[in-house]
């Protein structure tokens, strides 16, 4: 299901947008070519140049360029290649999609837009993207956008974030501003707050931006993990999203990416059950001419619904090149 395109002069896009593996998005500050350069060669889903807050305000315009040289320069291989710009309510936002899309459109996946709150911001930027591909000659509606939810108004909004575009590809949870914006008692990001014994404090969150994902067809990405030396925690928290139905994660270090494409996986003993429903449910199926109800694969009763969860993970085993 696609959202309607409502709004006139945003793009329309024919088709769904194409399920790109996103198990790993490794963070990179946009003014750093030397981690640029290196982020190139490593096993990283996506890669996102920043603008925002790995950039310090001086640097801000000055990182545009160096981003647009790396993209031009090329060498990211089947990586998704993604800028994170600054938020709307700077006054950096339109400076950097217009010098960021303007040099590298042709070799730009997506734009990430930080603390996104209402639907409109995402329609505006859908607007200048619009325009710039038209102006620059590059496939209308190709540029997707990455929606970041960090902060109470954002959340409230995230279905219609969501829905407000055929260009977004993913919603991803901001974890470290949406704690401050909330007041949470706690400083280590993606760690449960001292004090709330009682659950995953996340929980609510998480599931708001899943199901918003999963109503309009979007990925859900999960946020930084900030003790980067510990890579069990790393693990452990990841995998508390990856089991909800998340489709990958921020990394900050190169140490966290295997862990990420690991933990967002199907596990190999899933991916081969998964085939193996697919197949028999295929073989009993056009035995029977046609549709038909529940079967058995060995002790295990499969039904419609059983091949539809076979294909969710079928499907992320092959994006995975399992
Ligand atoms: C990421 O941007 C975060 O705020 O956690
Ligand atoms: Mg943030």
Known sequence: MSAPNATPGTTPRTGPRPLRARRSNLA??????????KAKGLAADQVFLD???AVAPIA???????IVAALTEGGWGNKVRTVRVNDWTTKWTFGDVLEVVGGAGADLDCIMLPKVQTAEQVVALDLLLTQLETAHGFEPGRIGIEAQIENALGLTNVNAIAAASPRVEAIIFGPADFMASINMKSLVVGEQPPGYDVGDAYHYILMQILMAARAYDKLAIDGPYL?????????RVASRSAAL???????LHPGQIDAANEVYS????DYDHAENILDA???FTSEAGGARGAVMLGDEMIDEASRKMALVISAKGRAAGM
């Open 28 to 37: 990179v500050p946009g003014s750093n070519p030397k981690m640029i350069e």
């Open 51 to 53: 603008l925002e807050d």
């Open 60 to 66: 801000k315009e000055g990182a545009r360029a160096t």
């Open 227 to 235: 003790q980067i030396r510990d890579v069990e925690g790393f693990t």
């Open 245 to 251: 139905g998340f489709d990958g994660k921020w990394v």
């Open 266 to 269: 199907p596990r190999q003993e």
């Open 281 to 283: 449910y295929a073989h």
